[in-house]
């Protein structure tokens, strides 16, 4: 039990982490893209 | 059930954050296709609008602020004090702390994370900061983004309005990137001196955020 509540954080914390890096991404793109 | 309870403040922000990008995405879309219409140019799709350096500026430049909040609220907490506040510590806390009160090396529990059980040595120094440094990353790859995205969008309106395009270097001494930049800057700063101020007299009773009700106002850094 202890183990899986564990893993439900941890799944938070790199869905944020993804989220902010996969905005980066996006906007890096469409900024170096969009003429 | 159980993961919505564990985890309930990611989840609701998320939820909200993601509302009120959405929201912003169709108001920015409503914005955009009016003005290219009083300028006699082609509306745009909702993907094309949210592919879009204007959209990614108005994103961006929200971001990189609230990540520069969170970096110097973060770092200028280790040493500034207020006395009274619940975001304070207390005088004889300031500074990095003793490796005792931090659980550090010989003080580290037995379920405390691996990098805080080194003695010392740089992948400790880097955990003892990776806080402040991931803020850090978060804000300057958002302003450095918001750069990027501004300046595109700086000289598609240099462009309608028949004037030269700039390179991006010039963007960043320009004043259009410093007053977003700034403007954005301010309002957080104020949130933060605000933070730190109203919570010495006032409280919400319940919140972590707070002090306890019946807490004393000159009591620093107590919180529920």
Known sequence: ?35 | MRFLRDNGLSIFFGFILLASLIGQAFAGLHQFNAEALEHHQPTVSFWRYVSSSEFGGDVLENWQSEFLQFTLYILATVWLLQRGSSESKTAEDAGRMSDESQLLGGYARQNSPRRAKLTGGFRRKLYENSLVLAMTFCFFGSWVGQSVTDWRAYNHEQLDHKQPAISWGEYWANSDFWDRSLQNWQSEFLAIGVMATFTIYLRQRGSPESKPVGAPHDATGESN
Do not use: N, P, Q
């Open chain 1, 1 to 35: 039990m202890r183990f899986y509540r564990l893993r439900s954080v941890r799944a938070m914390f790199i869905t944020y982490w993804i989220f902010i890096l996969a905005g980066f991404v996006f906007f890096f793109t469409v900024g170096i893209l969009d003429r």
